[in-house]
């Protein structure tokens, strides 16, 4: 009698594990399958501009994303960005030097001064023209009609966008977007730069959007052309720059990807 008790009291422990393990990976599977709720937000802009986003494939389906990465073609080899979209950290890596921002400090490794330039600065510049227009989805951005843009006889409509005193690293930049009215995708970009003075610039440097690619339902830069440009005159081509290998998904990278390297020669600013 014992032993049957025993043995009773053995299986029922058997089944009990079987189903707390069962339970385990059912719960496991749901939280996998379950996709993370990322609320509408196409009805927050002004019309202009949700239509440009929407021309694009959508803020929501941006919104979706969590990581993007994409490469600078270059003579001495590409430059590869990887940027995690929900908290913008960065890396940018080349055969020469790698430097990246984990959401404090911006941080630079090397071998020897081939990257002369801010970390801090450089870390998501290229981001910020790449993943255009999504970027002026913002929090603390403001926009306003402005006068179209006259090249070569077509009319582009335009937007200037500001931001909020202390958003960002330099919150006195302004963007000026200039879209195809036809297309409703941007085709100039605007901008000035007042992360080193800190102070307000009506130097306004200006890109060309020449054509856009694919990347999983969204459009982006295939080639940029940055165009001389004065008191609203639109110049001949000054540099061009090419991306290749983007990709943008759900998929979240490792955030070890972005942490400072321990070792001497890394520089922190």
Same mark, same amino acid.
């Given at each position: 009698?014992?032993?049957?008790?025993?043995?009773?009291?053995?299986? #029922?422990?058997?089944?009990?594990?079987?189903?707390?393990?069962?339970?385990?990976?059912?719960?496991?599977?749901?939280?996998?399958?379950?996709?993370?709720?990322? @609320?509408?937000?196409? &009805?927050?802009?002004?019309?202009?501009?949700? %239509?440009?986003? +929407? %021309?694009?494939? =959508?803020?929501?389906?941006?919104?979706?994303? $969590?990581?993007?990465?994409?490469?600078?073609?270059?003579?001495?080899?590409?430059?590869?960005? #990887?940027?995690?979209?929900? #908290?913008?950290?960065?890396?940018?890596?080349?055969?020469?030097?790698?430097?990246?921002?984990?959401?404090?400090? %911006?941080?630079?490794?090397?071998?020897?001064?081939?990257?002369?330039? $801010?970390?801090?600065?450089?870390?998501?510049?290229?981001?910020?023209?790449?993943? /255009?227009?999504?970027?002026?989805?913002?929090? =603390?951005?403001?926009?306003?009609?402005?006068?179209?843009?006259?090249?070569? &006889?077509?009319?582009?409509? =335009?937007?200037?966008?500001?931001?909020?005193?202390?958003?960002?690293?330099?919150?006195?930049? *302004?963007?000026?977007?200039?879209?195809?009215?036809?297309?409703?995708?941007? +085709?100039?970009?605007?901008?000035?730069?007042?992360?080193?003075?800190?102070?307000?610039?009506?130097?306004?440097?200006?890109?060309?959007?020449?054509?856009? *690619?694919?990347?999983?339902?969204?459009?982006? @830069?295939? #080639?940029?052309?940055?165009?001389?440009?004065?008191?609203?005159?639109? =110049?001949?081509?000054?540099?061009? /720059?090419?991306?290749?290998? %983007? *990709?943008?998904?759900?998929?979240?990278?490792?955030?070890?990807?972005?942490?400072?390297?321990?070792?001497?020669?890394?520089?922190?600013?």
């Amino acid at each position: 009698m014992k032993n049957l008790i025993l043995a009773s009291l053995l299986i #029922t422990s058997i089944i009990s594990c079987k189903q707390e393990v069962k339970s385990e990976k059912e719960t496991k599977i749901l939280e996998e399958q379950k996709e993370e709720v990322v @609320p509408d937000r196409s &009805g927050d802009f002004p019309e202009d501009i949700a %239509a440009v986003f +929407k %021309a694009h494939g =959508g803020i929501n389906t941006f919104d979706q994303m $969590n990581s993007m990465i994409f490469e600078i073609a270059k003579p001495e080899g590409n430059e590869k960005h #990887t940027i995690d979209l929900k #908290t913008r950290y960065a890396r940018v890596e080349t055969d020469k030097f790698v430097l990246g921002f984990d959401g404090k400090e %911006a941080w630079l490794e090397q071998d020897s001064t081939y990257f002369k330039g $801010n970390p801090r600065f450089y870390h998501n510049l290229m981001f910020y023209f790449y993943a /255009m227009p999504f970027v002026l989805g913002d929090d =603390g951005i403001s926009y306003q009609k402005v006068d179209d843009l006259e090249v070569d &006889g077509i009319s582009y409509t =335009g937007y200037k966008i500001s931001y909020g005193e202390g958003i960002g690293d330099s919150p006195k930049d *302004n963007y000026f977007l200039y879209y195809d009215k036809g297309s409703g995708k941007m +085709k100039f970009l605007g901008y000035t730069v007042t992360f080193f003075s800190k102070e307000s610039s009506e130097k306004i440097r200006l890109v060309e959007y020449t054509d856009w *690619n694919d990347v999983n339902g969204l459009q982006f @830069p295939k #080639t940029l052309k940055w165009r001389a440009y004065k008191d609203g005159v639109v =110049g001949e081509v000054k540099s061009e /720059m090419n991306f290749v290998n %983007a *990709n943008i998904g759900k998929e979240k990278v490792s955030m070890s990807l972005f942490k400072k390297p321990n070792i001497e020669e890394s520089k922190t600013l």
